[in-house]
């Protein structure tokens, strides 16, 4: 398929997760990304896809490495960019989550990146809002780009996702990230296995399609990748583990633990990266990590997220 | 008058309050920002008239949207930006007000907008730079652009500002936007009554050419607009009014309050506002506002500023 | 010697200190930037050396002027630019520096600009990242690109290195800026004196082939530059002089001193000024004072260093 078909095929005006995403939406998001890597190695690294257009990253929760990667996948295109923190920001003064949407729209931004501690806070702007919105994260729901960026990148290394098999490692219950690894996973055809501890796996997570297991080391042999989530200390309510040790025993991916992974098994993680807790120096920095290949698919994969969305509403205006 | 002859008759190298300026010159603003929002609505919102040049903004105070506004409309206009803002910065270090701003006109901006709590603070500045200078807000005192955009929102939706009867509401003695409006509009033609509890209403403002009330109620028929002024609780020295409550049922707009008014009246607000004091809900969302319309203004507004200010400069040099 | 000759005998892929760059290395600097002054002086002050790249700010410490100046440097060749600041980053989430700075590479900059706390953590990146490192301050060790602008504003005002006696003033033990201005300083054959209480002068500098001087006043009368370097209050770990007062006295540049100096001297100090610290008003605003051409000409110097690096990148490429 070339870029305008598949452009002309995606019908979504915004990015909200990959729940309500078929699998052929998935798969244009990786072509087209694919298609801007090749064009950054062949040296066009600059597009004007959106010249003249402001693309609004609206941050109510901290993030170093999400916005900067759509700030720089936005300028790539040629947009300007409006940066918004919720520190310091107009909300200390008592604004609204919605006034202050609200008012970055009304500076014109063609679109919208929306981070929030809240789930379903970028549905609502999507219904509020006449711009395009891309959930950057939203609570323990969903973050879109970091599952197709993940895809992406199990995609390039080992080819179609289906019939693969993945193990989601860590903390199942607050992850935005597996759901929305587990949503994308399964409409691609991979088998997916969620393992932690059992404070942190919900039992129901079985009706998203995933099998469950408590041992680390009972599934290492027979996945084709591990991703080990990010222990997100300041989202976790109470004591799910007992203690970082025990859980770096346990669940921690170490030399040993690499070594009886199959041969071309794939290491991701979502970064920043706890060495020493989700995994030891010796696996962030071996040949089954793909860890930094992740952040550079992402900026491809938030590229090709922007473009999709623009050729959406431009095609909506046009048939309107 | 066409763009060229509009840009000649502007003749200031700095925007620091609306005092200083002509009625003439107002208008000029005005019509400038209407020639950009009709080229940013035939879809030319990139612009090249500052290209190769340097905004710098300077923000002293705390500021979202004013600073995000004018960044953006620097760079609408080609023009790369220089982001100052006191927290984090070298001031912490003890350097001064001043040394800081020649330290960034030495970087070679060819203007800074300034926002700084001290009254004067960007005149003295005009005075000290050889750089254009742009009041952002200073103190207490004016905050240039915020008026002309509110006078721009009026013109737009109600025709010529004379004769038009026009209610500033709230903490007229700490808003600088209250006393950037009064200068503006009595300049165009309007009536203005300003009105909010007697702490809060200087006596002799009626110096400046307006009228006092100390009832919201006993104008709201007669006003074609109301601008309700922010409760600036960090502004405030001291307790100018018993209770939130209490100012709210006063000079609060509610829906009552909106049906007694004209049908063709308009509400607004700089923002960001406190939904449930100055304004409910249903107020903010009716069918009177134009709280949005004021920040999608604000932008050409700023764009005008920065482009006619250019032009004098230039002008001036080829003119030396 | 024209641009491309200068550019083509500049072999250096990172720019960690002026310890490893010969007097050719720093001259084809301090060229590279006097042509970019030339031209910016002409109008021509937006280029498209770096268009289609990325330049990215990696700061540890806390910095407003020299990453305002790189940024705006990358800007000027035309690249995008990655901001990144340790506060409110993913540092806090426990993350490592190295881990950050491959994060930020995964990103595609083609160049990055560090400053760290840490003596030698610019070079330690530069061995392991693949892209042109920067160093904009490490710890107490370097601070190449503020000792070019401070040799390329001596050289502007006052011509040929060779030959002048350039004394640094207060805080030699502790101050990166001395001592990248001593190699820098000597190996174009300026005669070096340093200049401070004995607490902060340590004796083996001398070994850097600089003479000492514990008394201002006995140096003044044949110095042709002083370069009075910042009280650097938060880096220093003892009471290293009995107080403010004191040093200001021995060893503040003030209005009696600044008579007993030769007609041409220049007075330079690196920023941000304590006044009535290092130098008083007087000082800082006469007429031997150069510390705003310093700002100026530290833009074009950083464009000089981006321009250099990127062009030996690209020889080294199509070399191989």
Known sequence: ???????????????????????EDIVAVLDQAAEFKRLAEQGERKLTALAGQTVANL???????????????????????????????????????????????????????VRHSSPGAPHMLSRQLDVGVLNAGDGTHEHPTQALLDLFTIREHRGDLAGKTVALVGDIRHSRV????????????????????????????????????????????EVDCVNLLRVQFERQRGAFFPSIAEYAHLFGM?????????????????????????????VADGSKSVILDQVTNGLVIRMACLYLLDRAAANAEANA
């Open 59 to 113: 941050f109510f929760e901290p993030s170093t490495r999400t916005r900067t990667s759509f700030s720089l996948a936005a300028k790539r295109l040629s947009a300007d960019t409006i940066e918004f923190s919720a520190s310091g920001s107009s909300l200390s003064k008592g604004e609204t989550y919605l006034d202050t949407a609200r008012t970055i729209e009304a500076l014109g931004p063609s679109m919208v990146v």
């Open 178 to 221: 597996a759901r929305s690894n587990i949503w994308g996973l399964r409409k691609l055809g991979a088998r997916v296995i969620v393992c932690g501890p059992a404070t942190l796996v919900p039992r129901n997570i079985t009706e998203m399609g995933v099998e469950i297991s408590y041992s680390l080391d009972r599934v290492l042999g």
């Open 1 to 23: 398929m070339d870029g305008d078909s598949r452009a002309s095929n995606w019908k979504h005006r915004h990015l909200l997760g990959l729940e309500s995403l078929s699998a």
């Open 254 to 282: 170490n030399g040993d633990r690499q070594r009886r992974m199959k041969d071309d098994a794939l290491i991701l993680a979502p970064g920043p990266i706890n060495r020493g807790v989700e995994l030891t120096p010796e």
